[in-house]
């Protein structure tokens, strides 16, 4: 097999990489010798670098993130051999680095030790260094579309200043930026931009502005100071797309100022130069990574995250003095709800908070909030963050879809009231399984526990699945037939000529290790069964078997279940009773890498 594996290893193409003069293999097929991942920084994806042999020579590398669920999964692993697709070559202080867009894993070829004794790539001089480190992208960036630089360069808008054109041969993905990398240019959307800053201290003074610059690879944050802060701050357009080229600082990014995923930012020099894009449509709108509001109780306090919900609620504005600086601020807090069945506060500041004017009731996508622990979870909106109405997407449509069908009427619960000793060092949420949940007696101490449970349906109470309620908007209280069509609601006073019907399911489900009972409100069981229970009522009155095949259907169907165990008091008895926070339809493939992972840890030890 190694025999076989070595004689398709592109042999040389490695230095041919960082020596234009020498014929370039578009495509190498090289021998991964090395893979570790890189210390991650809080609210940062992992990173990896691997390590090539071409059997002549061998390189560092880093891999695009895209690219991490080839390492997660366990395919891209050291003795594997694997095809280059799209690679970028940066080399700085002779040490050169190859950054992978895109690559394949060759299975067939299956694994081996290390061929060869390859030696590290020759340090050269410094007039290579000085060279434009190339491109070499077989079929884009990001694989979906064929766009090579030539098109790119043709998009730019007529240059003033002729004598830089020649170095914006190369449009760099923004994830390729680092301090190896020089000579490029980055077509960017500003998604944010900040206000002027001014600082006073002993040493010096001066003022500065950032944006936040995003492309399909990527995001990162760009300062200018004092002359660039004049020179660039009028240029810059929240929403616009613009070519920025270096020479332009970069450096580690400072991560308690942002609240991107980038290990680097930028700093405008004077020489950086900053140009309008004549074509504004090939660079993706702002981009958001949310967190459920359910989940934040899993999300470390501190951590920056982007949210979406339904606005339900925004306070007056009130003004709060500074302890440190004795300035005031005014602030607002908004509550906002999602699909999760909970709610969150949110404190918006300063001069978003003045102009705060959005109906109740909108979707709201916040980029850029930082997560605390006061009250169980709260959010507070930083600076650098954006605050989206009723955006365009589809998150917001499901969210929208999703409250006015049911979310409207529903009961949320907030953070505030889980708060308990437990709350602040609550871990994420772990799977267990159905016999881990017994013998850990989860939810018997006072503390109230949540955990992942990845089980099948086994049993469906049928008798009491749902109940007649009221159809008050935000009233979801049991209501009683008092006459033939009178359906009385005790707490809104109001009789109406039919009932709601929501459910309230008891199940049983099971997995390799045990039995549980589950119980779970409307939302939940909406996604179970596939229909309200309304409909199913309807059925039932109609078509006795065609209401059976619904549980029929909604049996035997594998879920992962997020749980809430509490003890109940039932009488002068106690017990533990474990309530369906949300259902999701196992994803296979997610699964299949968790499980893959678990086997690793076996076979590893
Ligand atoms: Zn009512």
Redesign the pocket.
Known sequence: MAADAASQISVGALSAIFDETKPQIREPIVQCVQIKSLPSQQNNQERYRAVFSDISNYVQTMLATQINPFVTSGLLRKGCFVRLKAFQANSVKGKKILIILDLEILQELGEAEKIGEPKALENRTEEDEKTQPTTISSNGFYGSKVQGTQTQVGNRAPQPKPATTSTHATIYPIEAISPYSHKWTIKARCTSKSNIRTWHNKNSEGKLFSVNLLDDSGEIRATGFNDQCDVLYNIFQEGSVYYISSPCGVKIAKKQFTNLNNDYELTFERETIVEKAEDQSDVPQVRFSFTTIGDLQTVEKDTTTDVIGILKDASDISEIVSKTTQKPYSKRELTLVDNTGFSVRLTIWGSTALNFNVAPESVIAFKGVKVSDFGGRSLSLLSSGTMTIDPDMEEAHKLKGWYDAQGRDEAFVSHASMLGPATSTMKPDQYKTVAQVKEEQLGMSDDVAYFSLKATVIYIKQDTMCYPA?R?DG?N?K?TESAPGQWR?E??D?THPHPEYRYIMLISVSDHTGQLYLSCFDDVGRSMMGISADELMEKQKSDEKAAGDVFQDANCRMWNFRCRAKIDNFGDQQRIRYQILSAKPVSYTEEASRLAGIIDSYSNS
């Open positions: 009221c008050s009233c209280k209501v609601c707490r809104c109001k």
